[in-house]
């Protein structure tokens, strides 16, 4: 049985200051993504982002755009020595224009119809797993699948951070960054 750390993408792994990114050259990673994500893959880790895309669903990019940002994301890690073995994406959006991603949708964060799909065909085990994210929606998608979640304060997770009284879920651990985040898994499993 697997353990694996899910990760949001941007505002977790990447600069999220494009609002939606549809060119691979506004792919910019936090400085320690790499590093964390090796550290996470050293601690025998299978790492899988999962990722709302609702760019698509809203007619800003098509999935062919959103594939050369992830493969530019996938190749500035890789200058780490840091892998991700998948990308679940949820290209939905009930405002968006684009059909059928036009809808409320399971698999859209918080929705829990990307992991159910991927435990289907991983069998990984929710106990030993972790949801990093910037977003309440992370945490919720953490809480409502049984994972440990760990909130960073990069990309969304400040202003997150700040309006967690209003929020009935809370993440089990908040970090400043993902790099903090494999730290803390580190001392975690000792």
């Known amino acids: 049985m697997d353990k694996i750390i899910f990760l949001d993408r941007d505002g977790t792994i990447n600069i999220d200051n494009h609002g939606y990114i549809s060119k691979a050259e506004d792919m910019n990673l936090f400085p ?19 990722t709302n895309q609702s760019g698509i669903g809203r007619g800003y990019f098509t999935f062919e755009q959103l594939d050369e940002v992830n493969k530019q994301m996938i190749k500035l890690l890789a200058d780490s020595d840091a892998i991700i073995d998948d990308i679940l994406i949820s290209p939905h959006h009930p405002e968006g224009v684009i059909e059928p991603y036009n809808i409320v949708h399971e698999d859209r964060k918080p929705g829990i119809g990307l992991l159910k799909k991927y435990y289907a065909k991983c069998n990984f085990k929710s106990s030993k797993s972790f949801m990093i994210g910037d977003k309440i929606s992370d945490i919720m998608l953490g809480n409502n699948f049984n994972l440990t979640t760990i909130l960073v304060l ?20 908040i970090v400043e960054d993902l790099y903090e985040a494999a730290k803390l898994i580190e001392n975690l499993k000792k």
């Not at 990069?154 to 651990?173: D, I």
Request: proline share 3%; charged share 30%.
């Open 154 to 173: 990069t990309g969304n997770g400040l202003k997150t951070f700040q309006n967690r009284a209003k929020y009935k879920v809370k993440p089990h651990f």
């Open 32 to 50: 320690n993504s790499g590093k964390a994500i090796k550290k996470f893959k050293d601690m025998g880790f299978k790492v899988v982002v999962v």
